[in-house]
């Protein structure tokens, strides 16, 4: 990590980063002694020179689920119609959950004797988190747009971005795996302007765009302080 970014290489020689995922920190009123985090705490950062690792997903149980919820429709069956549209999205939550098991345990093994219960994997007692773009820990949906780039989810499954960065189709689950030990799941909860300067300055925004996009976290109104910073 570099700040409160994270820079993705292709191969062992880190030379040139493939794509660089931005985050956000905490601006919380904290007792001594707990600091903010950012989802970026949780790599190793340059400076300390180890070598760390992050991975990415995309899944989806959507392929014809409009098709078949619109056949029950046109024979008046709308009860199975919002059944499918459910399940698909239950199957899309469970297959995200069984290729992170299987993340830890099998293709990144940094946890190969894992043995969890349903009801454990369900409490998330695993080592690892998967936070998803639009999200409490990252609440820009935008860094959808990265996280496609770079899995290249549209070619190779069909799962598509939206202008406003759903996913279509909906019943799809996106998001980063991260295995440091004390990896865990936050909200960055809201954040003030100087974090929003200096976000947009790392994405290559204008302050509008950064305004537009972390609109339900700002902890501050936008047209206020763009008048008081003009006076």
């Not at 001594?32 to 760390?52: K, T």
């Amino acid at each position: 990590s570099d700040g409160d970014d994270i820079l993705v290489y292709g191969d062992e020689s880190r030379t040139r980063p493939l794509a660089v995922l931005h985050t956000l920190r905490q601006q919380l009123a904290r007792r001594e002694g707990r600091a903010n985090i950012a989802i970026a705490d949780f790599v190793a950062p340059c400076a300390s020179g180890l070598a760390d690792y992050i991975g990415a997903f995309l899944v989806t149980a959507g392929i014809g689920e409009d098709e078949l919820a619109e056949r029950f429709k046109r024979a008046n069956d709308d009860y199975s119609a919002i059944m499918v549209k459910a399940l698909a999205d239950r199957l899309a939550e469970a297959f995200a959950e069984r290729l992170h098991q299987r993340v830890r345990r099998e293709f990144w093994g940094y946890a190969p004797d894992e043995s969890l219960t349903n009801a454990e994997l369900v409490g998330e007692k695993y080592r690892g988190i998967r936070p998803a773009p639009g999200y409490p820990a990252q609440p820009d949906h935008s860094e959808k747009a990265i996280l496609f780039g770079l899995l290249e989810g549209e070619r190779r499954i069909g799962v598509k971005l939206t202008e406003s960065f759903a996913m279509w189709p909906g019943a799809s689950v996106c998001g980063l795996y991260f295995s440091h030990p004390e990896s865990h799941y936050f909200g960055v909860g809201k954040i003030e302007r100087d974090q929003v300067e200096d976000y947009a300055t790392r994405k290559g925004w204008t302050m509008l765009e950064a305004e537009k996009w972390l609109a339900p976290v700002l902890n501050y109104d936008p047209l206020i302080a763009a008048r008081t910073a003009a006076e």
